[in-house]
């Protein structure tokens, strides 16, 4: 049974690697049959290969600035909430981007498999002139 104390040090292990932009590692904390869902797509990315190629292309247009934790909850046994807020950089124009959300995620075996987050987009869009 995952417990509170697990579900952190995973979630810090995600922030750490996506803050070092160690994307191996970042990537290694995901399921092979992951799913993610965000405001961002009209459909579940599935799998981690498919996850991967958003990940490196995100990368490749922003940097980490920011990864911060406000708060971490669990319900069920594998269900574990977050409220973050995340701060990029694009790397052409330098310019900072920040935004807020949730997130549901399900751990199991120490990895996520199925990760859900929600943040206004039109929020965003006001704050990037249209979109990530």
């Known amino acids: 049974m995952l417990t509170v104390a697990d579900a952190a ?3 810090e292990a995600r ?7 160690d994307l191996d590692a970042y990537l290694a904390l995901w399921d092979d049959a992951m799913v993610f869902e965000a405001p961002s797509h009209s459909a579940p ?9 958003l990940v490196r292309r995100s990368n490749a247009m922003t940097r980490p600035v920011r990864f911060d934790i406000h708060h971490l909850a669990m319900t069920g046994d594998d269900v574990v909430l ?7 950089e694009h790397r052409d124009t330098g310019r900072h981007v920040t935004w807020g959300g949730m997130s549901r995620c399900r751990i199991r075996d120490g990895r996520i498999t199925h990760w859900r987050e929600y943040w206004n987009p039109a929020e965003l869009a006001a704050v990037t002139g249209g979109g990530r």
């Open 82 to 88: 977050a409220e973050w807020v995340i701060t990029v």
């Open 15 to 21: 922030r750490l690697a996506w803050l070092r932009e």
């Open 9 to 11: 040090r995973l979630f």
């Open 45 to 53: 990315l599935r799998g981690r290969d498919v996850f991967a190629e």
